[in-house]
Nanobody
Framework: DVQLQASGGGLVQAGGSLRLSCAASGITLKDYAIGWFRQAPGKEREAVSCIRRRDDDAYYTYSVKGRFTISRDSAWATVYLQMNSLKPEDTARYYC???????????????????WGKGTLVTVSS
């Protein structure tokens, strides 16, 4: 079974940085993508970023472009989300997802997501 374990959340002041990790195991697809969603209290879930194994193509939602960077280790065992210049509006629970879903520089289509991790909480204080 595919397992996703997100970690790295915490409390940070505005302007600070955090690095989230998504440890993935059991993936048997030859091509897939791993991404991050977030959900703030009282708000809808939002697609934040994703990366596709086939070509390392990556997507960022507009509000995090230039501040967040998604990357992965050489074995694709862990996908990272480096978050810099954090803002209070980045406060949310962050979930990593995996599956054969469309992920490109311009679009993140959640259709095809097969697994959700449990999430890690990021709190940015002002």
């Amino acid at each position: 079974d595919v397992q996703l374990q997100a970690s790295g959340g915490g409390l940070v002041q505005a302007g600070g940085s955090l690095r989230l990790s998504c440890a993935a195991s059991g993936i048997t697809l030859k091509d897939y993508a791993i991404g991050w969603f977030r959900q703030a209290p009282g708000k809808e879930r939002e697609a934040v970023s994703c990366i596709r194994r086939r070509d390392d193509d990556a997507y960022y939602t507009y509000s995090v472009k230039g501040r967040f960077t998604i990357s992965r280790d050489s074995a694709w065992a862990t996908v990272y989300l480096q978050m810099n210049s954090l803002k209070p509006e980045d406060t949310a629970r962050y979930y990593c997802v995996e599956g054969d879903f469309y992920c490109s520089e311009n679009y993140f289509d959640p259709v095809g997501i097969e697994r959700w991790g449990k999430g890690t909480l990021v709190t940015v204080s002002s």
